[in-house]
């Protein structure tokens, strides 16, 4: 019984030799191959019949390589938590098949963000929702126009009163 054959015996074909061409040129645009040292290089990629050969001619330089000869990606233990996204739709073969994934919802209520930019339009109600510099710039504005900036922070409480927001981890506010 035989062991796992070494990767750098194993037989390239038209495909790999391309890559190496193509990562030796990235050497050569970025100054790390003269012209003469970059011809070589390309004849001897040219040329190469198993991977070891190719392999060769990348251990004096630092990434990029072809892909094949990248080591395997390591196996990494699974995240403790899944990811959470927001809501979407994905329409998948002939018929839709709708797959929705919920969001946590943020502790901030809309109601308390959209109320606090109306009567108090100074940026308090971004301040509330942890948008500290879209307050800042509502509060600022509001101060260099003599109050007429104002209207700003109004119209951003009416919107998130009737659209709703987010905080400033990216949740949907509560209703």
Do not use: C
Not at 23 to 35: E, K, N
Not at 76 to 101: D, E, I, K, L, R
């Amino acid at each position: 019984m035989t062991g796992p054959a070494d990767p750098d015996s194993l037989r390239i074909g038209t495909q790999e030799r391309e890559d190496a061409i193509r990562a030796l040129g990235d050497h050569f645009s970025a100054g790390r191959l003269d012209v003469h040292e970059y011809e070589h290089r390309v004849g001897q990629a040219s040329g190469a019949q198993h991977r070891g050969e190719l392999r060769a001619l990348f251990t004096d330089l630092p990434a990029p390589h072809p892909p094949f000869l990248l080591p395997p990606p390591s196996a990494m233990p699974p995240p403790s938590a899944p990811p959470v996204y927001p809501q979407q739709s994905f329409p998948v073969g002939p018929q839709p098949v709708h797959v929705t994934v919920e969001q946590p919802l943020s502790d901030k209520y809309k109601l308390v963000a959209g109320l606090l930019q109306i009567f108090l339009p100074i940026g308090i109600g971004r301040f509330y929702t942890g948008h500290a510099g879209l307050a800042i710039g509502q509060l600022l504005v509001t101060l260099f126009t003599f109050g007429f900036g104002a209207l700003w922070s109004i119209i951003d409480g009416i919107v998130l009163l009737a659209g709703g927001g987010t905080d400033s981890l990216g949740r949907r506010l509560r209703d």
